[in-house]
């Protein structure tokens, strides 16, 4: 089940949500390390200087809603806008090969103090913007400032980021609301590290403008149509500050398009006959016939043949996002002190109505729907068994051995139509003339996402429960989160180099004497116990048992609210024809010069670093 709505919307690019919302990294990276990388998949050498220059064509799913949605620290991108994103803009630091750290950027360093809610971070010097201004910590505070003053934005930040300050021209401190002892991930993996220009995408209609290695030439050259299609074209920027490991310029094509095909099976026929030279694609039946087009068993994380190659994050160094319904638990609307929910999505017409009983707000009906649902068929017929079963957050196995460190078995409802039939019949007699019955949001002229609710639909029937599709585009999916006019949702998120970057998904805080959700916890759901683990988890020192049993614990009690029912994770695959190069690879430049030198990861969240790939 492909989708695009993941940890990147708003604030990142680690996560993909499908329906959905983007907002942080997923793909590849047991493939990328540093050893033995020139016989790695879409992993190659520096090009001779006849194999530069050219045009790049790649297959994505989706567009933004508007240009202003492109907009630097202010946009809303999903984790199709971060692949284009990255072309444009710099983030301040990349996360590391192996994904246990974060290597330099646009900053050089990330410094916290004794309470680690201070971080000075000190910023490279003779970076310049697509106009020729240059790059320092004004235009950090800046894009601080204009992110958290948005009306969406700044309240997605909020519960993390309590101020940016200029310490010095190429020093800022940054002061974050919790103990966080991995916070420059952020900065490396949310749409907040992104620098753009001041002006960029003003109100007046100006252009995206970043330090990044692409550039938009004229507004003309973005052909955006809100209804699915359009494609956009990128110039490289003759100027861009990062050379490659040799001190060569960089990007090494000339021009960069992007194609927005929604259908992940069409991205692929694309590919085939020649439209694209690339593809990102999450979808499970889609990545199965690619694996299989192109030669190798399944469960391979790459591949190749004379005429196309591919790579996978099923195995990588960083939690890949999760397939799941997401479902709108109400816990905002007086949950926690006595009130009754209220609001549901009329099945006949897809309208939210306010004053219907919302049937997913009670718990005992969401564990009956995790009960009726057998992960494991669906993982095989709707995913082709890409990825694996999931259960929770963290993935059970890592290329077939039992994972270590944050995964412990949650305690997730085990499949039982008995059981879960039990649990319907009690809230029917307990809600006499009122429908067992909600609506589940799907992704418009998506065949995965139709297939996938297809198979929702009949379990659901099977425990006694109705359930409607309400097809949207990827726009009004996304909106109908934001809004929480929604009963349920394909989805597809989370995961990350950290636990930590799934905190703005899931807080909730004490307010006016109850429980209150934070504006990007979009399931709503508002539980203490959920909130004091995730906070004792970013205190922690990363791989600590304190860490881990923190995070196992948020793990658990997610097993019992089940503000999502969990299916498999997702696969995020990048193939291109054979003769596309880099892909899998990106060089971060150091701390004391601009050449790439430390191994970057790449391609992460189904978006790659593009100033290394070329064509020959």
Wanted: proline share 4%; with cysteine; glycine share 10%.
């Amino acid at each position: 089940m492909e989708n695009t709505f993941s940890r990147r919307s708003f604030l990142t690019h680690s996560a993909a949500a499908a329906g959905g919302i983007a907002m942080a990294g997923t793909v590849v990276d047991s493939l990328v390390s540093a050893a033995g990388a020139a016989t790695e998949v879409g992993v190659d050498s520096i090009p001779t200087s006849g194999q530069k220059g050219g045009t790049l064509r790649v297959g994505i799913g989706s567009e933004v809603p508007s240009k202003l949605h492109f907009s630097g620290a202010q946009g809303k991108l999903d984790s199709n806008g971060f692949c284009v994103a990255n072309a444009v803009y710099d983030p301040l630091f990349l996360s590391s090969a192996d994904a246990k750290t974060w290597l330099p950027h646009l900053a050089l360093s990330a410094v916290p103090d004794s309470t680690k809610k201070q971080w000075t971070i000190t910023l490279r010097q003779g970076v310049t913007f697509h106009n020729g201004d240059a790059f320092n910590a004004d235009n950090v505070v800046a894009n601080y400032t204009a992110a958290a003053a948005d009306t969406t934005v700044g309240l997605a930040i909020s519960p993390l980021i309590a101020s940016c300050v200029k310490v010095s021209t190429y020093v800022v401190k940054y002061t974050t609301k919790m103990a966080w002892t991995t916070f420059p991930f952020q900065l490396a993996e949310q749409q907040i590290s992104f620098m753009a220009h001041g002006t960029d995408l003003d109100a007046a209609g100006g252009k995206p403008m970043g330090t990044g290695p692409f550039k938009l030439d004229t507004l003309s050259d973005w052909d955006l149509q809100t209804a699915g299609g359009g494609s956009s074209t990128w110039s490289a920027n003759p100027n861009y500050w990062k050379k490659d490991a040799n001190g060569g310029s960089l990007p090494y094509v000339d021009t960069l398009v992007f194609k927005v095909i929604v259908d992940p099976a069409a991205r692929w026929q694309a590919l085939q006959s020649n439209s694209i030279d690339i593809m990102v694609n999450a979808d499970g039946s889609t990545v199965k016939a690619v694996k299989q087009a192109v030669g190798g068993n399944i469960t391979n994380t790459s591949g190749s043949n004379s005429s196309y190659k591919w790579v996978s994050d099923e195995n990588g160094g960083r939690e890949p996002s999760i397939n799941s319904i997401i479902l709108n638990t109400n816990m905002n609307k007086g949950y926690w002190v006595g009130g009754k929910p209220k609001g549901a999505v009329n099945p006949s017409t897809g309208a939210w109505n306010a004053s219907a009983t919302p049937v997913v707000a009670d718990q005992s009906i969401r564990q009956a729907c995790a009960m009726a649902i057998n992960r494991a068929t669906y993982f095989s017929t709707v995913d082709g068994s890409i990825g694996q079963v999931s259960d929770g957050l963290y993935r059970s196995k890592i290329n077939g051995k039992t994972a270590t460190g944050l995964y412990k078995d949650p305690k997730y409802p085990k499949y039982s139509t008995a059981n879960g039939k039990k649990l319907v019949d009690a809230w029917k007699k307990a809600n006499p003339g009122v429908a067992a019955a909600f609506v589940i949001d799907i992704v418009q002229g998506n065949t995965a996402q139709q297939q996938a609710f297809t198979f929702i639909k009949n379990a659901l029937s099977a425990i006694g429960i109705t359930v409607t599709s309400r097809p949207l585009t990827q726009p009004d999916l996304i909106g109908a989160k934001i809004s929480k006019e929604y009963d349920a949702s394909t989805w597809s998120q989370f995961g990350g180099m950290v636990p930590d970057l799934n905190f703005v998904w899931f807080t909730s805080f004490q307010a006016f004497g109850k429980q209150v959700n934070g504006f990007v916890n979009f399931a709503q759901q508002c539980d203490p116990l959920i909130q004091s683990g995730m906070l004792a988890g970013m205190a922690a020192v990363p791989g600590t048992a304190a860490q881990q049993k923190a995070w196992q614990g948020v793990n658990a009690r997610m097993a019992i609210t089940v503000p999502y029912l969990w299916l498999d994770t997702t696969v995020t695959m990048f193939a291109a024809r054979a003769n596309v190069h880099n892909f899998a690879y990106a060089g971060a430049a150091t701390a004391t010069s601009n050449r790439a030198s430390s191994r970057a990861y790449s391609p992460d969240g189904g978006s790659a670093r593009w100033e290394h790939i070329y064509k020959a």
